[in-house]
């Protein structure tokens, strides 16, 4: 796929989720409006939105059910918008700046960007498990999989693994597993999720779908680290050089700048030979596993 095709699709999606997520988030006027309009602030308009890309780009495998993809790529968003807002408090990563723009406890307070990871975490769940033309045994397991890849065998478990590791040295497996978790967990949910709402894909594809997940959210992550040392905090929209300050263990410190880039482009590589089987149909997938290693952000 162009570049040019890649960037015309995602804007396209972008928009197409920035409608989604603000027709089901609820309205700034319900009560108590303070924390519905602190959800808005956190979740519309910004991000690189990649989990919902995912959602979509899996669901161009098959024939998908339009209102579960709709809510499939509104609720992995909602869980990691949720994971964002608590990450950045100060028990947490204790960061001032997400997505260009003040995090939520500095702009409302930690009280309030508490209670708003809390409740675009059930919100994520109340959408998800909305009716659909799906059969409710595909919607429960929609529901399973974004239910494990948010908590503590997923996104929480790599959080404390990470925060329990701040200082101390991790090799290459323990790395991997933290990260497998923490980032990976719920990319494989988005492709995983896409690809459930069409009817028409088995288990086997399925299956080889995860395996691309698994590569690229390890890939994403590897790049995660190589950006916090390259780029500068305008151009990421948090602040830079937070892992190396926090002294965390990443792939950065552990191989070096240049071989762990090198490492990213192989990841990817073998994502996008998984989708081989899937001709054409898999284009977008193809072309956002290689965004994440030409990202800036």
């Known amino acids: 796929m162009q570049a040019n095709d890649l960037k015309s699709w995602q804007q396209k999606a972008q928009a197409q989720t920035e409608l989604v997520l603000s027709r089901l988030l609820p309205d700034e006027s319900q009560t108590p409006a303070r924390l519905h309009e602190a959800m808005r602030y956190v979740t519309l308009g910004g991000g690189k939105r990649l989990r919902p890309l995912l959602v979509l780009a899996a669901a161009e495998l098959g024939e998908a059910d339009e209102t579960a993809l709709a809510h499939a790529l509104a609720a992995v968003e ?29 702009q409302y307070d930690e009280a309030t960007a508490l209670l708003v990871g809390d409740a ?43 925060l329990a590791n701040v200082g101390k040295e991790m090799n290459q497996t ?54 916090d040392c390259e780029a500068d905090t305008v151009t990421l929209g948090k602040t830079a050089g937070k892992d190396a300050d926090a002294d965390k263990p990443t792939y950065v410190k552990l191989m070096g700048l240049v071989e762990a880039r090198a490492y990213a482009e192989t990841l990817v590589a073998e994502a996008v030979a998984l989708l081989q089987p899937f001709g054409e149909a898999a284009a977008r997938l193809r072309g956002l596993a290689e965004f994440v290693t030409a990202r800036k952000h």
Request: charged residues 20%; proline residues 4%.
């Open 120 to 162: 675009l975490q059930t919100q994520a769940f109340e959408v998800l498990s909305r009716p659909s033309g799906l059969a409710p045994a595909r919607q429960l397991q929609m529901v399973a999989v974004l239910a494990k890849a948010s908590g503590s065998l997923g996104m929480a478990g790599g959080q404390a693994i990470d």
């Open 174 to 227: 323990q790395l991997e597993q933290m990260h497998g978790l923490k980032t990976g967990a719920l990319i494989r949910a988005a492709v995983a999720l896409g690809a459930l709402s069409c009817p028409d894909l088995d288990d086997a594809a399925l299956a080889r779908l995860d395996e691309y997940a698994q590569k690229l959210g390890l890939a994403f992550q590897v790049i995660d680290d190589v950006l």
């Open 78 to 106: 909602m869980i990691h918008v949720y994971s964002l807002v608590h990450d950045d408090m100060p028990a947490m990563d204790n960061d001032s700046l997400r997505r260009g723009k003040p995090t939520c406890h500095v």
